[in-house]
Structure formats: C-alpha cells, structure tokens
C-alpha cells in the first residue's frame, strides 16, 4: 500500500471513529431529554389518581410522579387491594366494558389472599400501603427502610419466617426464603432509580389510611389516625 492509499485508509478510519464517538456522545444528552422529561408523568399522575390527596409537607411534583408510578406504570392497586370483587366499584369493573371507577374505601389497603406458594404452607396476603397513625406509609416504615424493602425483598414484618426446628407453624420450608417477600415482583422493582422510589413512597404518604383488618391483634392491621 503506498503512502497515499495509506493516508486515505487511515483518514477513513479516523473518520469513521470520530463519527461513532459523535453518535455515542449524543445518546446521553438524548436520554437525559426522555428521563428529565417528567412534566407529562406528573400531570398524568395527578389526574390518575383516585383518591384525594394531603400535599401538606409534600413535595407536590414527587407526588404527582409517584402517582405515575403506582397507578400507571406499577398498579400497584392490583395486588394491594381485597381483591377483584372491591377493587372496583359496582359498575365500574373495566374488565366488564364498564367506565373504571376504583373502589377507594380499599384503595392500596392490602388483604388480598393469593393462597399459599405451596400446599401446606401460609397464605400470602397483600400488606396495606397505606400511612398509618405515624402518617409514614407501608405499615409505618420509614423511607430508608422502603427503599431496602425495594431493593431486597426484606420481609421487615416477619410474617412468615423460615421454618426450622424451633420454627414449625406459619413458616416457609426451604427453598423458600421466608425473610424475603412471596409474590412482590421485588426482583423487578429493584432496578427502579433512586427518584422513582422517592416519589413512590411520597405518593404513598398522601394517599387516605386504610384501617384494618378488623382484628388489631393481626399483623396487618393498621391504625389511622
């Protein structure tokens, strides 16, 4: 190769990583655009959201983005409610083609039974979500606690500890892990940023107290205000 086919294979080259670098450059500022982008998510957020609620000592932007984030992106309500029999209002089931209108006397109030992960074992029940009388949501956990909760699975309850020889009734028996949580897609949920579980939990601290269940010395129970 002679020196100028030499000079025109390198520029080529030159070039060509110049360009990718240009190209790779670019992806961050394009992404940052879509992920500062949150303006349309609050206001959706907001309008989504079912229940009335205390901005007092809030954050109204992260809460409007938590709503965004349970009700739209999450649905959280799903899991965290009775059931499909009360989640929905009597004519307002939209699996029945009907306007959807959620039932907020057990909005994010938990007790839905999903069973037992195996026969013989303890049934799974949704926790309520909501704040209770320490105005802290998620059965009263503070928000460095929630966010472990996200990120590990931590059962911080206990409810259903690992069965062993001192531990026989109400417990998981291996490979169930019984110190971390059955059916929560926390394994999903972990890799939400930092700013998503912030206003995850701000939306879940303006949300109305659920009480119950009826029973104060169950677990679940929780006490409002």
């Known amino acids: 190769m002679n020196w100028v086919k030499r000079a025109a294979f390198m520029a080529g080259i030159f070039g060509a990583m110049f360009l990718f670098a240009t190209m790779v450059k670019s992806l961050p500022a394009q992404a940052d655009n879509y992920g500062n982008d949150n303006d349309n998510r609050i206001r959706i957020g907001f309008k989504v959201a079912p229940v009335p609620l205390n901005l007092e000592h809030k954050n109204p932007a992260l809460v409007g983005l938590g709503?965004?984030?349970?009700?739209?992106v999450a649905s959280c309500n799903d899991c965290h409610s009775d059931g499909p029999m009360t989640q929905y209002l009597p004519g307002g089931n939209p699996y029945f083609n009907q306007p959807a209108q959620v039932n907020t006397a057990v909005y994010l109030g938990g007790g839905r039974d999903f069973g037992p992960v195996v026969p013989g074992t303890p049934d799974i029940i949704s926790r309520n979500?909501?704040?209770?009388?320490?105005?802290?949501?998620?059965?009263?956990?503070?928000?460095?606690?929630?966010?472990?909760?996200?990120r590990t699975g931590v059962d911080m309850d206990h409810l259903h500890p690992p069965c062993s020889a001192t531990v026989t009734?109400?417990?998981?028996?291996?490979?169930?892990?019984?110190?971390?949580?059955?059916?929560?897609?926390?394994?999903?949920?972990?890799h939400m940023t930092d700013l998503d579980l912030r206003a995850i939990y701000e939306y879940?601290?303006?949300?109305?107290?659920?009480?119950?269940?009826?029973?104060?010395?169950?677990?679940?129970?929780?006490?409002?205000?």
């Open 169 to 190: 009734a109400n417990c998981l028996p291996p490979p169930f892990d019984g110190n971390l949580l059955q059916i929560m897609p926390w394994p999903t949920y972990s």
């Open 204 to 225: 879940l601290s303006a949300v109305p107290c659920v009480e119950g269940p009826t029973d104060p010395t169950n677990p679940l129970h929780n006490d409002c205000p």
């Open 67 to 72: 709503s965004y984030m349970v009700n739209v």
């Open 129 to 150: 979500l909501t704040p209770d009388k320490t105005g802290l949501p998620e059965g009263g956990h503070t928000f460095e606690q929630f966010v472990q909760i996200m």
